[in-house]
């Protein structure tokens, strides 16, 4: 089902383009791997699990098919520019706050690659929350990361993580996040954030806050500046 899933989202993606008149983007290469590499896992693991023992021969061949495929989809991870800036400024060993967590592909790479040593990833969707389990499941990952439905930091006790990552949302609403669990992130030691829209008014809001820029990075990826 997760590759009907994925093409159902690539469409509803496609739709909001062509509803607003425009012509739907095209997307870097990579955008489309991490959508089919793990399901192409999934299925070469499924066969490896469905072969009969005596068939030792192609069950060998499938399990090679499936650690290939996982990969696979972390290079790609590692490839995105988008994905690299935000994993790259946050401070190895940090319990981390995945904001907006999405589909969990941040958290999972953080953990994967030893930079975090535990992730809360939140959203307020129930749906993306629920695609993050499943993944954050197949990579056998449910002791270091923790999902929770939440909205901005509203499930997050003050001290429970020292970085927070928040990216893949505009700047009013990253502004409103900051401001409603001001005393959580205020205990923070690190927020990593990406707004996509009205720069000028977030820099300005976080100067208000008192929060200070210790480093910055830009990547283009899509057609767009991030």
Not at 91 to 98: A, K, L, N, P, Q
Not at 102 to 129: R, T
Not at 159 to 184: H, S
Request: hydrophobic share 40%.
């Amino acid at each position: 089902i997760n590759h009907m899933v994925n093409e159902l989202e690539e469409y509803l993606l496609i739709l909001t383009y062509l509803k607003q008149g425009k012509t739907p983007p095209i997307f870097h290469e990579l955008h489309h791997h991490l959508i089919w590499l793990v399901d192409a896992s999934g299925h070469a693991g499924a066969i490896n699990d469905r072969l009969d023992g005596v068939e030792k021969r192609l069950k060998e061949k499938s399990s090679t098919f499936t650690k290939h495929f996982e990969q696979f989809y972390l290079k790609a991870v590692e490839l995105s520019a988008r994905m690299q800036a935000l994993a790259d400024m946050v401070s190895e060993g940090s319990i981390v706050c995945d904001v907006g967590c999405d589909h969990g592909w941040v958290s999972i790479y953080l953990i994967q690659q030893g930079i975090a040593s535990k992730v809360i990833a939140m959203d307020v969707g129930k749906g993306p929350l629920e695609r993050a389990k499943e993944h954050i499941r197949s990579y056998h990952l449910e002791n270091y990361i923790e999902t929770r439905l939440s909205d901005g930091l509203s499930e997050l006790q003050i001290g429970e993580a020292d970085c927070m990552v928040c990216a893949g949302m505009g700047g009013p609403l990253m502004m409103r996040i900051l401001t409603q669990g001001r005393e959580k992130a205020y205990a923070m030691k690190e927020l990593i954030l990406q707004p996509q829209s009205e720069i000028a008014l977030f820099r300005a809001f976080l100067r208000q806050e008192g929060y200070k820029v210790v480093a910055e990075d830009m990547v283009y990826e899509d057609g767009k500046y991030y």
